[in-house]
C-alpha cells in the first residue's frame, strides 16, 4: 500500500530534550512538508523540501530542524529552543508539478 | 492579514439541511483553490479543487469568486458523516514547483440526527 506514514502517533516531551519525529513516504513524491496545526489554528508550514539534500525555512521555522538524505524520508526534530512545542504536526508530500499534497496521519507532540 | 480567512463556526445543523461555508483570500494572485476536510483528531484530506467556473461532485458545490477573492462550498442534503472541520486552502504560485499551500483555520461542522 501506498502511503505516508509518521510515527510515533503520540510523543512526550521533557523541558530542554530534543525529540525527531518520523515521516517516511513510498509515493515516489519529490517534494514534502511539515506542518504545526494549533487547536483552532490553520496549518503553518515548519520546513519543506523540494529534492534530496535540500530544505527550506517555512513561516515558523525557529526551534525545528530537519534532514532530507533520503528521498522516502524527511524526518523533523523538535529542539529545545522550541519553547512552546505542544502541538499536533503534519507531515505531507506531493509529484513536482502537481498540487494536491498527501497527509500522514500525523503526531501529537505533549510536554511533561 | 492572513491570507486565508473563514468563518470557524462551529454550524450545527439537522441532517438532510443545505449548508455553506465562505472564505476569502487576501492575495490577488493566488492562483489554485480547494476545500480539504479534516476529522477530528486526524489528518487533511483533499475533498475538492475550486475552478473559476463553479464544480460539483455529488452534494458539494465549490464556487470561486475572483473579483471578491472568494471561495464557497455548499454542502446538500446534510448527512451526519459530513460532521468534519472543512478548512480551505489557496496556493499562491502555482506555476513553482514549491506549491505552497496556505490554510484558513477551517470550519467545523456538525450535523444532528
Known amino acids: 500500500d501506498g502511503g505516508i506514514t509518521q510515527s510515533p502517533k503520540y510523543l512526550f516531551r521533557k523541558e530542554g530534550q530534543n525529540v525527531t519525529l518520523s515521516c517516511e513516504q513510498n509515493l515516489n513524491h519529490d517534494a514534502m512538508y511539515w506542518y504545526r496545526q494549533d487547536p483552532g489554528q490553520g496549518l503553518r508550514l515548519i520546513y519543506y523540501s523540494q529534492i534530496v539534500n535540500d530544505f527550506q525555512k517555512g513561516d515558523i521555522a525557529e526551534g525545528y530542524s530537519v534532514s532530507r538524505e533520503k528521498k522516502e524520508s524527511f524526518p523533523l526534530t523538535v529542539t529545545s529552543a522550541q519553547k512552546n512545542p505542544t502541538a499536533f504536526y503534519l507531515c505531507a508530500s506531493k509529484r513536482t508539478y502537481q498540487e494536491t499534497q498527501y497527509f500522514g496521519p500525523g503526531t501529537r507532540l505533549l510536554v511533561l | 492579514r492572513k491570507e486565508v480567512e473563514q468563518d470557524p463556526g462551529p454550524f450545527n445543523v439537522p441532517e438532510g439541511a443545505t449548508v455553506a461555508f465562505n472564505c476569502t483570500y487576501s492575495?490577488?494572485?493566488?492562483?489554485?483553490f480547494f476545500w480539504y476536510r479534516q476529522d477530528c483528531r486526524k489528518e487533511p484530506k483533499l475533498l475538492m479543487s475550486v475552478y473559476s467556473s463553479g464544480n460539483e461532485d455529488g452534494r458539494f458545490t465549490a464556487q470561486l469568486n475572483r473579483a471578491s477573492q472568494y471561495i464557497s462550498l455548499l454542502i446538500r442534503d446534510s448527512k451526519l458523516s459530513d460532521s468534519a472541520t472543512y478548512l480551505c486552502v489557496v496556493i499562491l504560485d502555482r506555476g513553482s514547483t514549491l506549491g505552497r499551500l496556505y490554510f484558513g483555520r477551517g470550519t467545523q461542522l456538525t450535523v444532528w440526527p
Open positions: 492575495n490577488s494572485a493566488s492562483q489554485s
